[in-house]
Nanobody, 126 residues
Framework: QVQLVESGGGLVQAGDSLRLSCAAS????????MGWFRQAPGKEREFVAA???????????EYADSVKGRFTISRDNAKYTVYLQMNSLKPEDTAVYFC????????????????WGQGTQVTVSS
């Protein structure tokens, strides 16, 4: 069982930055692929970024096209925490951001994650 708790959301202006954190429980944190998803009102939950362990024994990050070059996902296994650094925020980034953990190599779809946090609200004003 893995419990996830997000933090770091808030209200910012367009162009500002935020860093989201996701604290995880569980000793096997390093073996999980960790993802960030977001859900805006009236829309489906969508993939934002993920970081997973590969067969080459490196962590590999993937990003949605809409956030490439602006967002960076990272993890600190010693702290059981994954981060999402969000720069150059836009009003269309406004959503509830969710952290998720899973063990499958395809990280861009919600069904491949086994554990979810409660979410943290990010609001970007124009």
């Amino acid at each position: 069982q893995v419990q996830l708790v997000e933090s770091g959301g808030g209200l910012v202006q367009a162009g500002d930055s935020l860093r989201l954190s996701c604290a995880a429980s569980g000793r096997t944190f390093s073996t999980y692929a960790m993802g960030w998803f977001r859900q805006a009102p009236g829309k489906e939950r969508e993939f934002v970024a993920a970081i997973r362990w590969t067969s080459d024994k490196i962590y590999y990050a993937e990003y949605a096209d809409s956030v490439k070059g602006r967002f960076t996902i990272s993890r600190d296994n010693a702290k059981y925490t994954v981060y999402l650094q969000m720069n150059s925020l836009k009003p269309e980034d406004t959503a509830v951001y969710f952290c998720a953990a899973g063990r499958r190599s395809t990280v861009v779809v919600t069904p491949n994650y086994d554990y979810w946090g409660q979410g943290t609200q990010v609001t970007v004003s124009s």
